[in-house]
């Protein structure tokens, strides 16, 4: 059947009703022409939490398939497609990836039981504006991608305090195409979610919350799915999932007089902690070797911002952004140590931290033994240790990469570059090896002092590099800079400009995912 433009309404309707382009709407009534769809229907933001959502009720006359294109502004590399794969003839479908302010088009397309198509059809959906907390957009270098290139902002651009935070996804073209709002929610109204959320191995969102101190997993409509209780302890900074599916989880251990120097591990099914890492007595809580005026130290001395798993040997990896990076095993025990020298003593269980700490090589694979280069007051030309880092990860070749914020860098002041840097590290014999870096060549442009985080984009052979704390253009904003791993060129960036900010504060990071 030829494209037509349909009547909608807000809620669900009996029949499916249409006029051509150049007709006069007529009585809404059940449409007689299609051969395929007895009813439909739309709802927008069904939940109520997630205005660029739909509902679509459909009832058709024999058995389909579905397959529904959100069709995008700029041609296909902005459709957002979603395929329902079970076979029926009632659906409720869930749409995401609509465009705000704008008259939609919804392009179905049905299949019967054997995959051919039986036919198509388009209707309309009209969207509200935007809230007002939503940034200014500009891309600075297009992306030559013929996909969807969907990218997930932890937006920080509100005032009152960061909250209610509230996450959202734009496209390669600098459009938003999904956003929640909780402020109407009964229990995340007030939602503090630090890190922000990151995507489930199923699909929906994983964040923790620091004002019900409770750990969530969401769809894209803002359902909660599944919660996970601390048990009177708090949230702070991160969560990640296991690939057996537990949760690794940064907290404020009600027990103690310091903070954010606890990671647990709570069983999925059973919500327990099955292990308990302290850093208390994996590390040296005294040390004092990198001042900082965002912290009191003698409370806050570690302030984990961050975890990364370790599959291979079952290990996890904290980023302390006070202290540095370390590598823990399940007994808590203390692997490697990725920082500075300066000021290493002796651990909370008695352990000498020294014999933990790693051995910079420089380009040829020989150490680095000038104590300054150790110690952290200079560099050397072929390394540089990370400085208030955030975002260790794991790349495909074993390697560690950093966000290097470069606060404090060499112990002076402030910056006055920012980095993502791939380390080799041999944990049998202690060294460290830089690999890989971008960001020093810009300079101040990508600095960022607090926040921020680096990710690897397999589909792309690239580093997502994404600074969320830059002041540089003289207004507060956060940039995406995504970068060829073997060229170490710029295949697209972007700015996130937003009307409000708290300490100059876009987005805690931004990370790239595959669909809805």
């Known amino acids: 059947m030829s494209k037509k433009n349909y009547w909608l309404f807000s809620l669900v309707l009996v029949g499916f009703y249409a006029c051509s382009d150049d007709e006069t709407p007529e009585t809404p009534g059940p449409f007689q022409e299609s051969e395929v769809v007895a009813a439909i229907g739309v709802q927008l933001n069904p939940t109520g939490y997630a205005p660029l959502t739909a509902q679509v009720s459909l009832q058709t006359n024999q058995e389909v398939t579905v397959e529904v294109v959100v069709v995008g502004k700029n041609g296909n590399a902005s459709n957002v497609v979603q395929r329902f794969e079970e076979p029926g003839n009632d659906f409720e479908l869930g749409i995401v990836g609509l465009y705000p302010d704008y008259e939609n088009e919804l392009a179905f397309t049905f299949f019967d039981t054997s995959g051919q198509v039986l036919e198509t059809e388009s209707i309309p959906v009209q969207t509200a ?12 270098q297009p992306s030559n991608t013929s996909e969807p290139q969907l990218n997930l902002v932890n937006y920080f651009g509100f005032n009152r ?39 489930l191995q199923n699909g929906n969102l994983l964040f923790g919350d620091g004002r019900t ?15 996970w209780d601390l048990q009177g302890n708090g949230f702070h900074h991160h969560v990640i999932e296991k690939p057996d599916g537990n949760l690794l989880v940064t907290i404020n251990d009600a027990t103690k007089p310091t903070v954010e120097d606890v990671i647990i591990e709570i069983d999925r099914s059973s919500g327990q902690f099955t292990t308990v890492w302290d850093l208390n007595e994996s590390l040296d809580n005294s040390r004092r070797a990198w001042p900082t005026d965002l912290a009191d130290l003698d409370v806050d001395w570690f302030h984990a911002n961050s975890i990364e798993y370790s599959a291979q040997d079952d290990e996890i990896i904290v980023s302390g952004r006070t202290q540095g990076i370390v590598k823990l095993n399940r007994e808590n025990e203390v692997s490697y140590i990725l920082a500075p020298h300066r000021a290493w003593g002796t651990a909370g269980n008695g352990a000498d931290l020294s014999q933990f700490l ?37 790349m495909p070749n074993g390697n560690l990469m950093v966000f290097d914020n470069g606060d404090n860098r060499n112990y002076i002041n402030f910056g006055p570059y920012s980095r993502a840097v791939e380390y080799k590290i041999d944990e049998e014999n202690k060294t460290i090896q830089q690999v890989w870096s971008y960001g020093k060549e810009r300079g101040e442009e990508t600095y960022s002092r607090i926040v921020s985080k680096v990710s690897y984009v397999p589909d792309n052979n690239s580093v997502l590099f994404t600074p969320g704390s830059s002041v540089s253009s003289g207004f507060p904003s956060g940039k995406v800079v995504e970068v060829d791993y073997d060229t170490e060129q710029v295949i697209f960036e972007a700015t996130i400009i937003p009307p409000n900010t708290v300490f100059n504060i876009s987005f805690h990071n931004v990370l790239r995912i595959s669909s809805f």
């Open 129 to 140: 504006r935007a809230i007002n907390d939503m940034p200014r957009i500009t891309i600075d």
């Open 161 to 199: 305090n960061f909250r209610p935070q509230r996450p959202f996804i734009f496209d390669q073209f600098g459009d938003i195409r999904w956003y929640l709002d909780f402020s109407l929610h009964p229990m995340l109204f007030d939602l503090f979610y630090d890190n922000g959320m990151t995507q």
């Open 358 to 394: 790693l051995t910079p090589l420089d380009a040829q694979g020989q150490e680095i033994t000038d104590p300054d280069v150790l110690d952290g007051r200079v560099n050397h030309p072929d390394f540089e240790w990370s400085w208030y880092q955030h975002s260790p990860i794991l």
């Open 213 to 227: 101190q409770s750990i969530y997993e969401v769809d894209f409509f803002g359902r909660i799915i599944n919660s």
